[in-house]
């Protein structure tokens, strides 16, 4: 199999313009006879969806949400970035593709992320045209913020509810659609199967939720914006049903999962505090533009963050990045919480804490300021830990956060199998090794506004009269599988949950495949994964029957994938040789700590192929050409 | 701590549900009270008693997924705006008794113990929740400056999480503060004026065929986990009431 980009030729900043010149376009009023299904409501599938009703095309949406609004992004807290350049601080489409490759320590595609730089500042008009009430300032234009990992302000934000407020312009914009006719909504509805015919993807296979019913629906396409896996670490600041079944059953349908090993550990979130914890609550990354990370200098220091005098204090993000600071990226300052925590200098019971502290900003701003910026986030924070923030600073640790890794894709987010796309946090395209804060909501909306509408008429006008429809024998065939796997994990009935699996699942991947790994835990952590595996499907207790709404059912499935899913994180961790922002090998790592990439032998996407579940899976190398930028060794000092 | 929880239990929409008694056992008091459920889940299909059904997702507060009477109260905690995810069990003493149960609404049909049915509210949102502008036909995004305290005032509209508690409280199932926080968040802005007086006819046409009617009660507002302001709703009577007797010619010219 040979992974082609489809990269057009030319200078960067041309790129995109020959792409769009060079699709075919599909003929306005034969649109409404192509039916395309997109799973998925989140900020990259709910834009698509809107956007192909907008332009005619017969859309099929499915989430397993009882709304489309409910989708994961709608948590997303910070911000998003745009080069609009509004604070005339040197910022430019140029310095926005090239922090965001930086950022992904040089393991993004050049192309993609150039695109999404330049369309970054036309989210931003088509959001504030649907009514996002983004931040302003007094004389009424928008307002900037920053964040990690680079030094001019292009963060737009909406309070703390960034997210919630762009996928309500999304959500109203689908809405709008469905009223029209031309978008019909399947909520709770999730899908099991990928339904592939002569080698293009022509169909899905969903479970009613609400009666359990399994259902086939055909299309002309298929596009994925199913969000991303960070929950296969269990413990995860993502939403509790976010999981790994749609792109995993695509892959194994054919489709290449590129770089599953790139995950993100989020720097602040509110430490775990007991062994009921569900989930973690992350605190956004625009706090650190006003809190101050510390620890005691000192091992073992008891004594409460107040009697800490500032001469014992070690501010050690300002202290080892003078230059970025506290606003080091992501993946550099959730190691070095993690270096003084082992150090044994950190706080609070567990020792799995450091300090997020507001008081030098209180002092120089008051805290009107502070509580206008972060209000709602310091009231999450003193809701779930009973603590008052505007007192005694906050206590934070990393935790898994975002997917960097996904689906491969080519420049039209195409995955290897033809008429199958995938967007949003779900393909692996821009983020390389690290993303940057407030780029997800950005990539995901680039992606369903304005790349994939467009791009995906290339790929129809090719399809005019191959219609398929769900009575060919390949949909009868996979219902029969996903029936199978049903009735097996009703069948297991053995004597434990699906929910201790997977926290014991988890805490095997957080170990060994989180913030560190190396070469001897790695495969010790995939024989773990492999034996809890075959053990599952002996000992799962499921409950309940198939033909009807079942959440341990759900909940079982979605597990399941994430077993076979958390073998592969291992095996792409084993072999990349080298470390690359979120990917840290203890082996591999300079002389004062930080990663070593190895760009001779590791500048590649490594996209996998599925061989089956008794062998191997196959990788393939999609070498990264870099034509624009130098590559080099990331410095925030 | 030890709690007793009374737990609505229907297994689907035509069956009969009653409360069943469940020992809710040492539960951390920084557990919340969807990982209380959780806890008592995990003990139930271990002695091989189906989970109770109830949705939930962000568990932050913000998705909007989760909802259920505690004690009568919507979400449980009247006066201090939370989600159920976000009420934490320090807030309950030890020996409480508990009674949980879905929302109560006739828009609202059950679909399993504590899951409801709340598509109704996406109606209302297809009726005309939206601004009607197509990808790619947007104006430079600081072309039209916003007050800040107008955009501040939008935003606290905006921030609903159509849970459905102020349905679900209300003594006529009204939905009320839900559809006017759509058609302020929308109708204070610049660009939601085009549409502004078109949009509040259809929403509340649409949400008075499926809810039932405001009489002020203000039950609503004090148990909305993000505490919109009834003032909302006297905002959408005006508009409604203006578009009622004005044509929508008349209003968009000012006259
Ligand atoms: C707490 C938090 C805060 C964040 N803050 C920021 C921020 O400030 N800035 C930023 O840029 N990024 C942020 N991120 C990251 C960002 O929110 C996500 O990466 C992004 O929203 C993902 O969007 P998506 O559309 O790809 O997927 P999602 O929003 O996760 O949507 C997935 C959709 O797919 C559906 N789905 C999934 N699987 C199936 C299936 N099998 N069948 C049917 N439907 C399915 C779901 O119902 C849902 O509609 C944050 C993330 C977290 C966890
Ligand atoms: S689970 Fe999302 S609001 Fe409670």
New binding site residues.
């Given amino acids: 199999m040979e992974l082609n980009s489809k990269t057009p030729p030319g200078p960067l900043a041309n790129k995109w313009e020959k792409a769009k010149a060079s699709y075919k376009l599909v003929n306005p009023s034969n649109k409404r006879k192509y039916d395309i299904i997109v ?7 709910g834009a698509a969806a809107a956007t192909l009703g907008e332009l005619g095309y017969n859309v099929k949406c ?4 009882d709304s ?1 609004r409910r ?3 709608i ?6 970035n745009a080069a609009k350049n509004y604070r005339n601080d040197g910022d430019s489409i140029y310095r926005l593709f090239y922090d965001t490759i930086k950022g992904g320590d040089y393991r993004a595609r050049e192309a993609n992320v150039y695109r999404l730089a330049e369309l970054s500042v036309d989210i931003i008009d088509q959001a504030v045209a649907q009514g996002v009430p983004f931040a302003r300032e007094y004389g009424g234009s928008l307002d900037n913020r920053s964040f990690g990992g680079v030094q001019v302000s292009r963060t737009f934000y909406a309070r703390g509810q ?2 919630q407020q762009l996928l309500l312009g999304a959500f109203q914009a689908l809405e709008r659609q469905i009223a029209l006719g031309s978008v019909k909504m399947y909520p709770r ?3 099991l199967d990928l339904v592939v015919v002569d080698g293009h993807a022509k169909g899905i296979i969903t479970r009613n939720l609400a009666t359990g019913r399994v259902e086939s629906h055909a299309a002309d396409a298929v596009v994925l ?4 896996y960070a929950n296969v670490f269990y413990l995860s ?2 939403a509790k049903a ?2 790994t ?2 792109i995993w059953r695509a892959h194994r349908r054919g489709a290449t999962f590129a770089n599953p090993c790139y995950t993100q550990i989020h720097p602040t979130c509110i430490p775990q505090s007991g062994d009921f914890q569900s989930k973690l609550t ?1 605190m ?1 990354e625009s706090l650190r533009n006003d809190g101050r990370i510390w620890v005691p200098k000192s091992k073992g220091d008891t004594r409460g963050p107040k009697q800490i005098p500032e001469s014992e204090r070690d501010y050690f993000l300002e202290r080892k990045y003078p230059s970025f600071g506290n606003l080091a990226p992501r993946d550099i300052a959730s190691r070095a919480s993690k270096e003084v925590c082992d150090e044994g200098r950190g706080v609070g019971a567990s020792g799995r804490g450091v300090y997020l502290d507001f008081a030098d900003a209180i002092s120089r701003l008051g805290r009107p300021t502070i509580e206008e910026r972060y209000g709602n986030l310091f009231e999450m924070y003193h809701d779930i830990t009973a603590e008052d923030p505007y007192e005694i600073p906050m206590r934070i640790y990393p935790a898994p ?2 997917t960097m890794g996904g689906l491969w894709v080519d420049y039209n987010l195409m995955s290897n199998v033809p008429g199958l796309y995938v967007i ?3 393909n692996f395209s821009d983020h390389g090794a690290n993303r940057l ?6 990539q ?1 909306l680039a992606d369903g506004y304005f790349v994939l509408p467009v791009s995906i008429g290339d790929y129809l006008a090719g399809q005019f009269g191959k219609k398929v429809d769900a009575g060919r024998p390949e949909f009868a065939a996979a219902t029969a599988e996903v029936q199978d796997r049903v009735s097996r994990l009703l069948g297991a009935k053995g004597t434990r949950t699906v929910d201790s699996f997977h926290r014991e699942l988890g805490g095997i991947m957080w170990d060994y495949c989180g913030m560190e790994r190396d070469a001897e835990g790695l495969r010790k952590a995939r024989t773990m994964v492999r034996e809890l595996r075959e053990k599952y499907w002996r000992e799962v207790k499921v409950l309940g029957e198939g033909e009807e709404p079942n959440q341990s059912l759900e909940k079982a499935g979605r597990v399941a994938d994430f077993f076979e899913l958390a073998d592969l994180m291992c095996l792409d961790a084993l072999q990349r040789e080298e470390s690359a922002g979120g990917h840290f090998r203890t082996e591999y790592q300079t002389a004062d700590g930080e990663a070593q990439r190895d760009d001779d032998k590791f500048r590649y996407v490594a996209a996998w192929e599925f061989t089956g579940e008794k062998s191997e899976p196959r990788l393939h190398k999609e070498p990264l050409e870099y034509e624009e930028v130098k590559l080099a060794t990331r410095s925030y000092k | 701590m030890n709690l007793t929880i009374h737990v609505w239990r229907q297994k689907s929409r035509e069956a009969k549900g009653g409360f069943v008694a469940y020992k809710a056992e040492n539960i951390s008091p920084d557990a919340s009270f969807l990982e209380m459920l959780d806890v008592v889940n995990e003990s139930l299909i271990e002695k091989g008693e189906e989970s109770i059904h109830f949705e939930h997702d962000c568990r932050e507060g913000i998705c909007g997924s989760c909802g259920m009477m505690i004690n009568g109260v919507a979400h449980g905690s009247r006066g201090k705006a939370m989600a159920t995810c976000q009420l934490h069990m320090r807030h309950f003493k030890e020996g409480d008794e508990v009674w949980v149960e879905p929302w109560r609404a006739r828009a609202f049909p059950i679909i399993k113990d504590l899951i409801v049915d709340r598509s109704g509210l996406d109606t209302i949102i297809q009726a005309g929740g939206f601004i009607s502008v197509n990808t790619g036909s947007a104006p430079e995004a600081n072309m039209i400056p916003i007050p800040k305290p107008v955009q501040e005032l939008s935003m606290d509209a905006a921030a609903c999480i159509q849970c459905g508690a102020c349905v679900a409280q209300c003594p006529n199932g009204a939905a009320q503060l839900f559809t006017s926080a759509k058609v302020s968040h929308l109708g204070l802005l610049p660009q939601g004026q085009p549409e502004r007086y078109e949009r509040v006819v259809r929403m509340v046409e649409v949400m008075e065929e499926m809810f039932g009617s405001c009489t002020m009660f203000g039950e609503c507002e004090a148990v909305c986990p993000k505490a919109i302001s009834i003032d909302f709703i006297a905002r959408m009577n005006r508009d409604f009431i203006a578009a009622k007797f004005k044509s929508q010619k008349e209003i968009s010219v000012g006259v």
């Fill in positions: 799973v998925g409501a989140g900020l990259a599938g499915f989430v397993y949400h489309p989708a994961h992004s948590a997303a807290q910070g911000g998003i960034t997210g509805h999730e899908m914006g199913t969000g991303g600041t993502n976010s999981n079944t749609a992350l956004s956060h975002y949003g946090e779900a804060g407030a780029s997800a909501l950005m995901g």
